[in-house]
């Protein structure tokens, strides 16, 4: 059965620093694409940023281009997100969620985790 | 970045089938993947492809492609199937982002 259970969200002030964590399992992890999406209060889903199986190929969102970092560790079948410079913006249920295939671009995600809470207030 | 609109909300009687679109310039070039979101759950994959349903999705959920408009279609809605909707697929205008959709809220009567 395939788990992802992401970890690492909380209040946090503007303008500080955050790093999420999912730890995978039930799959190949470094067979599979990882994506990060969130979702604001209320709204809808927003794909953040995904990263190829072997780290080769990476894309973000524009709204966190520059700030945010997806890395993965295929050694400890994890998948990071780090946040700098957080806006009252950025608050969300952060998803990780696994890919069908080895690259991101097509978006092609098949599993989700349960999220993690990212609040960001002074 | 490329959009795919949703319409907000959509209502359907007990039984009867119900279409959920999805338009988009870059569904003229990929297929979308449709997701379900119950109130304080993930969302899970319900259609991808031209028309796949991973393990355990029911048959009454199917989809298409045309043009630039993919669709979900219920066909005999059930009470559970009450949710949010979202579609996604690749950005095709150059940014190669992945996008999703808005939503769309189905009711069940």
């Known amino acids: 059965e395939v788990q992802l259970v992401e970890s690492g969200g909380g209040l946090v002030q503007p303008g500080r620093s955050l790093r999420l964590s999912c730890a995978a399992s039930g799959f190949t992890f470094d067979d599979y694409a990882m994506h990060w999406v969130r979702q604001a209060p209320g709204k809808g889903l927003e794909w953040v940023s995904g990263?190829?199986?072997?780290?080769?190929?990476?894309g973000y969102a524009d709204s966190v281009k520059g700030r945010f970092t997806i890395s993965r560790d295929n050694a400890k079948n994890s998948l990071y997100l780090q946040m700098n410079s957080l806006r009252a913006e950025d608050t969300a249920l952060y998803y990780c969620a696994k890919d069908r295939l080895r690259n991101w671009n097509y978006g092609f995600i098949d599993y989700w985790g349960q999220g993690t809470l990212v609040t960001v207030s002074s | 970045s490329s959009e795919l609109t949703q319409d907000p909300a959509v209502s359907v009687a007990l039984g009867q089938t119900v279409r959920i679109t999805c338009q988009g310039d870059s569904l003229r070039s990929y297929y979308a993947s449709w997701y379900q979101q119950k109130p304080g759950q993930a969302p899970v994959l319900v259609i991808y492809g031209k028309n796949n349903r991973p393990s355990g999705i029911p048959d009454r959920f199917s989809g298409s492609s045309s043009g630039n408009t993919a669709s979900l279609t219920i066909t005999g809605a059930q009470a559970e199937d009450e949710a949010d909707y979202y579609c996604n697929s690749r950005d095709s205008s150059g940014n190669q982002d992945v996008v999703f959709g808005g939503g769309t809220k189905l009711t069940v009567l």
């Open positions: 990263i190829s199986w072997n780290s080769g190929s990476i």
